[in-house]
């Protein structure tokens, strides 16, 4: 409807009407599921990175103290016992796909709702007419620049969340914010809210590698099988949001270690190989690093792609030299070309390699399958496949799209490569 709209009114009424109409939208899909937020406790997480990660160990943490919880973000959507993975490729859908999934979840019976909330969901107003209790943000990087126009219009995006959440009509309103992060005032100062912060100061103790953490919080001890300093923050966050709600550190404490993986966050594929071998949606540069710094001391192997066609081309070159400076191989690949040619988008991200000269293979299949092949050259590989995660798509021109699971390759490649020795 948009799209007709938008051809027959000139541009600058359409722009000037769009947020009306996105706020209609929004106020209309709460009225016709009858508000269902006011009758559940609901969490929202947001940031950069770590929000899927964030929410899935927050939501482990709920059951784990034996609450019914439904799960919205861009892994999959969960109510109760129900689970289905996200094939929508987009972390928020529209506003009656939420309204409805809320509504749904207290029919089943839950008692919390966890919802990644984006800045393009927000520019949207998708988290409009959702009344929250808590807000939990994890950072914040340069991203969607292009979409928003710049970074303080990608970041005031980010604190239109937090400012719902002071609007909401629930009794106690929780900011809870990673204090590490330079934008963290600007959430915890936002007025009608409680603020919370959390630390890596709080992980008393830390002992981390790329397969576990192990730390106390608030005293009580902590093991878990994610790796990296970056899921120390993840547990954090959600550990200390959980703590406003009642929840036990018993409870935190074992709803984090049963956390056992999160599907494409460092997410290790099992075929029987004797080294790692990762797939992780890492797709900015900070994601990246961190990436590369949990596997410090491994021979990495890095596949990477063309990071999302006619998006934040700024990065593309960055990237590539970070790759360079952190893996022995690089091998760059098809990704999410959209309607930009990915040969273009891979000699960019090659641009930013001043010492070493990529392989470049756009077939994706065969670059994993070269990656995994190549790992026996090397004394301690770790084979690290990032930009997908658990994208379900490889998106094309024109709006094609090949339907696509990183892990399932990598596994399938892994196999391939014992049967025919």
Known sequence: ML?????????????ALLPQYHLLLAFLGALYYRF??????????????????????????????????????????????????????????????????????????????????????????????????????????????????????????????????????????????????????????????????????????LVVSADQSQFLFHGKKVESTLGGKFNVYNMLGAGTCAMQFGVSLESIARGISETKNIAGRMDRVEAGQKFPVVVDYAHTPDSLLAIYGAFDGYENICVLGNTGGGRDKWKRAVMGALAEEHCREVILTNEDPYDEDPEVILSEIAGGMKKTKPTIILDRRAAIAHAVAIAKNYTKPAVLITGKGTDPYIMGPNGTKKEWDDRRVAREVILESQNSK
């Open 36 to 205: 269902p937020s006011k009758n559940i406790v609901v969490i929202g997480v947001t940031g950069t990175k770590g929000k899927s990660s964030t929410a899935e160990i927050l939501n482990q943490i709920l059951e784990a103290d034996g609450k019914t919880t439904a799960l919205l973000g861009t892994i999959r959507f969960k109510i109760a016992s129900a689970n289905t993975r996200n094939l929508k490729k987009m972390t928020m859908p529209g506003r009656f796909f939420v309204q409805k999934f809320l509504h749904d979840a207290v029919d089943a019976g839950c008692t919390h709702a966890v919802i990644e909330m984006t800045s393009e969901g927000a520019k949207q107003y998708r988290h409009r007419f959702i009344e929250m209790d808590a807000l939990v943000f994890t950072n914040l990087s340069p991203e969607h620049i292009e979409a928003h126009g710049s970074y303080e219009a990608y970041r005031d995006a980010k604190l239109s969340i937090a400012r719902a959440l002071a609007q909401s009509t629930k009794k106690e309103r929780y900011m809870i914010a990673n204090a590490d992060d330079k934008e963290a005032n600007k959430f915890l100062s936002i007025p009608g809210v409680i603020p919370v912060s959390f630390s890596l100061s709080d992980a008393e103790d």
């Open 3 to 15: 799209r007709a709209i938008k051809k027959i009114i000139p541009a600058p009424l359409f722009n």
